[in-house]
């Protein structure tokens, strides 16, 4: 028995000195996997699928580098200097807490009750908040750690190219030319001058977080682009459109914070209002309140819209069209409303949200080409207009001769560095069409940004948008 049990002893010995062996190569494979689970399908990501999937490793290889960091300033500014182990436990504790409670509901085969999600309250406060400032800011800190690794790494390599380069030149093995400069590998001093700085600079994105979380979802921005269509009928000259986009009722965009961009929408004094989906976030009980905040819209030509993909995670699409329909609002779904001014008619279109198959979004309304069936609600002998949730669906929209297709989806990327390029985002990369107007073989494009969130309640570079589009025509 003994023996027994000195032998168990040997082998779980090993077995645990095998994996701190190995631990980066078990974190290694454990982060890809992760990653891979995370990203979307190739068939919807197309080319960016590899972004997309770094961005992920990113992500998760942000959590232990950060905890860590955590449990390091513990042991050197709690009294009593606290044993390591104990401190990574109570850390670990804290964070698998914030983390079940904000993705349980998303990732749980169990109902789990989350409130109230349409008003913000003390617990979203407390538990929701905090979690998401800490996901945006360790993940894109941890961006910018990597960052310094790879130009220390790539500096320190450079370096002994330079050095052997010039050792093989004077034909000496080992010692410089007369009067060359010693490049000496980096001291120990220099790194670690080199890594807290790393660290400082990584600390940006959680005070940017910050701003974004208290400040910029809520720094609505009005938009007044100008639009020139060839085809446009001469009573439609000057003819003013308001695009409202991405509401998502939440409790971080409430129903009366949605019914101030109303205000603002009914205040610009449009010919025509169009939404162009996602009314609700994760709640399919949240969309009697976003449709009576929407109630208020009114415009001379009536006000339209389409639905988004939440419609359809959430199963509203038919209620949701209902209870629109009560407050005056058409949503137009597969199908087309003539509208007409002194006699001349322009064509708009409405179609459910737009996404490909084989992938693993949703199950509904799955395509093999955007917009398949659309065809027939196309009018080719006068203007038509698309609104389309996804904005992917233009290519396809400009090969049906659609003059103009608005769109949303992509919140502008949400996190976005806008001031380098519109493109660069961490929401939304899997479109090339992020925010603002585009424009392909005579047919145009415009994505607005949005007015709610999703997944974290920050917007940093992509203000929430209301767009005023004015038409003219096109000399």
Not at 214 to 236: C, N, S
Not at 290 to 318: M, S
Not at 457 to 467: K, N, V
Request: glycine share 8%.
């Amino acid at each position: 028995m003994i023996e027994s049990t000195y032998f168990s002893g040997m082998k779980m010995a090993r077995t645990i000195s095998f994996l701190r062996a190995h631990k980066r190569v078990f974190t290694f494979w454990l982060v890809a996997i992760g990653a891979f689970w995370l990203t979307p399908s190739w068939s919807e990501a197309g080319p960016f699928y590899f972004p997309l999937f770094f961005a992920f490793v990113i992500l998760i290889a942000s959590q232990p580098f950060w905890i860590r960091r955590i449990v390091c300033l513990g042991e050197r500014f709690i009294p009593g200097k606290p044993r390591r182990a104990w401190l990574t436990v109570i850390a670990s504790v804290v964070y698998l807490f914030f983390f079940a409670y904000n993705t349980g509901p998303y990732i749980s085969p169990w109902e789990i009750p989350q409130g109230d999600s349409t008003h913000l309250t003390l617990r979203h406060v407390l538990f929701e908040a905090p979690f998401w400032w800490w996901f945006v800011g360790s993940w894109v800190g941890f961006g910018l750690v990597m960052v310094f690794w790879t130009v220390d790494r790539a500096t320190r390599a450079a370096a002994w190219v330079y050095r052997e380069a010039r050792k093989a030149a004077a034909g000496h093995a080992a010692a410089p030319m007369p009067g060359a400069i010693a490049l000496d590998p980096p001291s120990p001093a220099r790194r670690r001058l080199l890594e807290q700085a790393a660290v400082a600079v990584s600390a940006v994105p959680f005070v940017a977080a910050a701003y974004g979380l208290l400040y910029g979802r809520l720094d609505v921005e009005v938009t007044r682009p100008r639009i020139a269509l060839a085809r446009l009928p001469k009573a439609f000259e000057g003819f003013r459109i308001v695009q409202l986009s991405d509401f998502h009722i939440s409790p971080f965009m409430t129903a009366v914070q949605i019914r101030r961009c109303v205000t603002i929408a009914t205040g610009l004094k449009a010919d025509l209002v169009v939404l162009t989906g996602d009314y609700v976030a994760d709640d399919p009980a949240a969309e009697g309140d976003v449709v009576q905040a929407l109630a208020g819209l009114r415009a001379p030509y009536g006000v339209f819209g389409c639905l988004g993909n939440h419609e359809i995670y959430t199963e509203t699409e038919d209620s949701i069209t209902r209870l629109f329909a009560a407050v005056g609002i058409r949503i137009l779904r597969q199908e087309r409303a003539l509208i007409q001014s002194h006699r001349e008619v322009l064509n708009l279109i409405g179609v459910d949200y737009q996404q490909r198959r084989f992938s693993r979004d949703h199950d509904g309304h799955l395509v093999y080409r955007y917009l398949e069936g659309s065809e027939k609600l196309v009018m080719p002998d006068m203007l038509n207009i698309l609104l389309s949730h996804n904005p992917n669906s233009f290519d396809r929209a400009a090969e049906l001769g659609i003059d103009l297709t608005l769109a949303g989806h992509s919140h502008g990327g949400q996190l976005a560095l806008s001031f380098v390029h519109r493109s660069l985002t961490l929401v939304r990369p899997e479109t090339p069409y992020v925010s603002g107007w585009y424009e392909k073989a005579g047919s145009q494009l415009y994505v607005n940004r949005g007015i709610g969130t999703t997944g974290p309640p920050i917007r940093l570079g992509a203000r929430p948008e209301i767009t005023v589009l004015e038409w003219v025509r096109e000399v």
